[in-house]
């Protein structure tokens, strides 16, 4: 792999599992746990492609299921918890996953699970990350999507609605993890291994802080956050050591200036005024 | 290893200091309405500054207070600067941004003190005694027993406090309608703020005896230990401060329990396990009466 891929194909695979985030954010849950799925996604995948012997493209739908299914189960169990204590949740249910992983000799213990096929490069993981904008954005326009933010919004109108905001919630949740789990497929078969540590917490951290700097209102924001902040630190060539506190400062600052993250509806539409003026004019008098 | 009577003093001392780190957030989340995930913080502050102070050539017993001084004063900080700007505007929408914001002060926190001082475990600054002490036939390991007895003084303290204290009252107060509180003349900030800090010191005596127990402390302590603690919150009912104390000990026994039976590996297993259990089986919180077990 020459070094542009070697930095970027990283960069892309958080970004297809902050989209997952984004996702579930948009139900008004938040998930502080989120590389629990990650971590599902890259065992069950390596799992598959190793033990099995069957192809990449059949690994990396064995592992989103699975995370699928997980986020279903866990939504489900956790459904009466409000948004920060089901953060909570999330992440004891990292924690636990991440010593069981740990003590498990069938999933190669601390060491972790090796010789995966390195079958995943730049090319699949763009083909990967554009196959999941596609999703986000099919979502977000789809009846669902908006019941997913109308449950967000208010659970008790969305129910009069007829909406089931417990069904609608473990979608959710369900497809932000499969977004995590292909991030985590991706993962072992980009570097060939998957181990404990890289379903760590701060992984799950640096997801949110992407997402929630980026901005959770828009796909947008997702994308913008992560390539923002995994590209700029590299550029700057800050130490690893002074990263994270440079990432939890910003997001304590951008959460009390600005909170709904860099990017919003706003700053997309004066984004659109710069670069076409007639049509956002033309726009506004329509209103 | 078998599950006698060291095994339960070792379990209660751990989940009494559980106890502790969950107090605070019970406290906190009752007079702020904001989950304040940088009150893990003070756990590993307290440890910190204590080896620190003692590296700079002071006394064990002029440090420890100290120590806790200082922790008390990080929460304060940590609240003025970081949380208080949540308060002034106070929407719906700014809840979740006040949730996140305190996941960064806690990341910015750790990992400031990491980049410092270096992030591998250093061992706990003070000597702790060896050997076993009997206390009335029974043979048990002496730090335990000091955790025990730390833990025993702080709760019945604390009861005191907000049972008998006008600050007590003032913060029951508040944690039940601010407003209605602000009318009878209880200067809210203030409560709030003094409410912050002894969840701050509650927070820096469990951090002491979490490093004293384990021997060991560490930048990214806080996290683990601050985990443990929020879960025995949600397990105890959120917001009922005697289900904290009684959730933050069944969790340690808990885990005692595990460590003697299974192995050690399972023992963050358990953990998220009680937490499941209690989900599905009694979602308001296992302590807390079902008529007003709603949950916030």
Redesign the interface.
């Known amino acids: 792999m020459d070094i542009l891929a070697s930095v970027l194909v990283p960069v892309l695979i958080d970004a297809i599992a902050v989209l997952g985030l984004y996702v579930i954010s948009a139900s008004g849950r938040?998930s502080?746990g989120h590389a629990v799925f990650f971590g599902i996604g890259g065992y069950a995948s390596g799992l598959v492609s190793t033990r099995l012997g069957l192809p990449p493209v059949v690994s990396l739908i064995a592992g989103i299921v699975l995370a699928a299914v997980v986020a279903v189960v866990f939504s489900l169990?956790?459904d009466?918890?409000?948004?920060?204590?089901f953060?909570?949740?999330t992440?004891?249910?990292l924690?636990?996953m991440?010593?069981?992983v740990?003590?498990l000799d069938a999933l190669g213990g601390a060491t972790g699970l090796y010789g995966i096929p390195l079958a995943v490069g730049l090319k699949a993981t763009v083909v990967a990350l554009v196959l999941a904008i596609g999703v986000v954005i099919v979502f977000d326009r789809s009846r669902i999507g908006r019941a997913v933010r109308a449950i967000r919004d208010s659970e008790l109108a969305a129910q009069s609605l007829a909406i089931n905001p417990t069904a609608v919630r473990a979608f959710a949740f369900a497809l932000g993890a499969g977004f995590a789990g292909l991030a985590g497929g991706l993962w072992s078969h980009s570097i060939g291994l998957i181990k404990p540590a890289d379903m760590s917490?701060e992984r799950s951290?640096l997801y949110?802080?992407f997402l929630?700097i980026g901005g959770a209102d828009l796909w947008v924001g997702a994308l913008f956050g992560t390539f923002l902040l995994s590209l700029l630190p590299e550029l700057l060539r800050f130490s690893g050591?002074?990263r994270?506190?440079m990432?939890?400062?910003?997001?304590?600052v951008v959460?009390?200036l600005h909170?709904a993250g860099l990017i919003t509806r706003l700053e997309l539409d004066r984004l659109k005024a710069l670069i076409r003026p007639a049509a956002a004019a033309r726009a506004r008098e329509v209103g | 290893m078998d599950f006698g009577i060291q095994q339960i003093v070792s379990g209660l001392a751990i989940g009494g200091s559980y106890s502790l780190v969950a107090l605070g957030f019970v406290l906190t989340f009752g007079v702020l309405n904001i989950?304040n995930i940088a009150h893990v913080q003070t756990i590993m502050i307290a440890p910190i500054a204590l080896a620190l102070l003692i590296a700079g050539g002071l006394a064990p017993g002029l440090a420890m207070p100290l120590s806790l001084v200082i922790t008390v004063a990080f929460g304060g900080v940590v609240f003025v600067v970081?949380l208080r700007?949540?308060l002034a505007h106070f929407r719906p929408?700014?809840n979740?941004?006040?949730?996140?914001?305190s996941?960064?002060?806690?990341?910015?926190?750790e990992?400031?003190v990491?980049?410092q001082l270096g992030?591998d475990p250093r061992s706990f600054p003070i000597p702790m005694p060896e050997g076993l002490w009997r206390i009335g036939g029974i043979e048990v390991v002496p730090i335990d027993c000091i955790t025990l007895a730390v833990v025993v003084i702080v709760l019945v303290a604390l009861a005191l406090v907000v049972n008998r204290t006008n600050f007590g009252r003032a913060m029951r107060a508040v944690a039940e309608n601010a407003d209605v509180a602000a009318a009878q003349g209880i200067s809210v900030e203030r409560t709030i703020l003094l409410t912050v800090l002894s969840a701050s010191l509650l927070g820096g005596i469990s951090g002491l005896l979490f490093a004293a127990e384990s021997y060991s402390e560490s930048p990214f302590m806080g996290?683990?230990y601050g985990?443990k603690g929020?879960?025995a919150m949600?397990v105890g009912g959120?917001t009922s401060p005697a289900g904290a104390v009684l959730a933050g000990l069944l969790l340690g026994l808990a885990e005692a329990a595990t460590e003697a039976y299974l192995?050690s590996?399972?023992?963050?297993?358990i953990?998220?396990?009680l937490?499941?259990a209690v989900?599905?089986l009694r979602?308001q919180g296992l302590f807390v009466g079902t008529t007003k077990g709603v949950?916030?």
Do not use: E, K
């Not at chain 1, 009466?80 to 204590?85: P, V």
């Not at chain 1, 990432?247 to 304590?252: E, K």
């Not at chain 2, 979740?96 to 914001?101: C, E, T």
């Not at chain 2, 590996?265 to 297993?269: G, H, I």
């Open positions: 938040l502080a169990i956790s009466r918890l409000s948004h920060w204590f953060a909570v949740a992440l004891a249910f924690t636990m991440i010593s069981l740990s003590g917490i951290l949110l802080i929630y050591a002074y994270l506190v990432f939890g400062g910003l997001l304590t959460m009390i909170p | 989950l970081g700007p949540f929408t700014s979740l941004a006040s949730f996140i914001a996941f960064g002060i806690s990341l910015f926190v990992n400031l990491g980049a992030s996290f683990d985990l929020l879960v949600i959120v192995s590996t399972f023992r963050d297993v953990t998220f396990g937490l499941f989900l599905i979602p949950r916030p």
